[in-house]
């Protein structure tokens, strides 16, 4: 632990800043591109930081030049550059992963090729109605029609109820690369954080995640009434996704759960995740403390990803006033057990991720009556 290297990050939003916290407790330095006062700026005084955006080439290059080894916060990121680079510095995980798994139509391509089960999906190449008329035809409705690219929390998704919505569908997708997506019919939707190291794959144990119009709105670590073995074969099948991909680090796998109890994947991220948050007051490692670790071949107990407590995570997201974030955080802070997190991130928008509260308690229904009334709160101010 002598010097450890220097991290660059390409993104300084929440979850740098989280990854920042993490690297501060163990004095690692972190130069951050994102813009002058990003969230994980903020938190770190130092002036290796460079101002600039994580898609631009040139701002790029001189973050490379700062740094040891490369990671990143988010996967809509320019993987040329990072193969670019690559030659100077490290970049975990590796840009091939990234390039692969930004573009979701191309992820699926390529986890087909493992024998990962996901939901069916065709390609669009018009983009036409009577295309995706055909699709429907096939797959059936409700599908899913989803961007390939620079698509997160649902903005990217338009569920297709029947042949009525394609022209609304096609319209709000409009100039985006297609596919569309037979629609899963889950009972439960879940998600399981993987560490890939320079020895093989960890996993955290499988969470139930909880969106609401398509953005996650609650996870509850452990997930609530899955069996041992639904717990084992998730975090199995979510290892196997990750495995397939080259580099180091966390990675985010989300999961439908169906009736039949059978597992599809739905997605999968480069990077740290929503759904690893509660980690952070749950398991002795948190998912931002193992991605630093897993880059910098530090070690990584097993033990250490356990959750010693049952936890429920709620994101705080911008509501329809300026301030409605802040109520409740105001009112979180009166829960007992509850983390609160503010990502100090600026203006809120409607839907926007403003910070997350994370309550644990001693069994999972009791953080559930713990919360209740958090929850009550946000589905009245929301509204
Ligand atoms: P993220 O913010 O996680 O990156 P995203 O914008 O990439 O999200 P997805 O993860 O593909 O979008 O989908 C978001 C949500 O939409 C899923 O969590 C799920 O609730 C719903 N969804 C996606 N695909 C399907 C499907 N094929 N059938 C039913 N629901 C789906
Ligand atoms: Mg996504
Ligand atoms: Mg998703």
Known sequence: MHSPPIVG????????????ESANRLNIRMNVLDTENAPAKQISAHDGHVTG???DRASLRKLAETCDILTAEIEHVDTYGLEEVSSKVKVE?????IRIIQDKFHQKEYLSKFNIPMAEYRELHKNSAEELKAIGEELGFPLMLKSKTQAYDGRGNYSVKSQADIPA????????????EKWAHFKMELAVMVV????????????????????????YAPARNISD??????QELARNAVAAFEGKGVFGVEMFLLEDD????????????NSGHYTIEACALSQFDTHLRAILDLPIPPQSLEIREPAIMLNILGGS??????????RALSIPNASIHLYSKGDARPGRKMGHVTVTASTIQEAEAIIQPLIDFVDGTQR
């Open 93 to 97: 995980p590796s840009w091939k992963a």
């Open 196 to 219: 890939k190291t320079k020895d093989g794959v960890l996993s955290y144990p499988t969470v139930e995640t909880v969106q609401e119009n398509s953005i996650c709105k609650l996870v």
């Open 169 to 180: 569908a096609l319209e709000a997708l409009n100039g985006r690369p297609l596919y569309a």
């Open 53 to 55: 955006s994580f898609k």
């Open 321 to 330: 006033a300026p301030d409605s974030h802040l109520k409740i955080a105001e």
């Open 229 to 234: 073995t639904i717990n084992r074969k998730a």
């Open 262 to 273: 059978s597992l599809l994947l739905c997605e999968l991220a480069s990077r740290i995740h």
């Open 9 to 20: 990050l390409l993104g300084g939003g929440q979850l740098g800043r989280m990854l920042m």
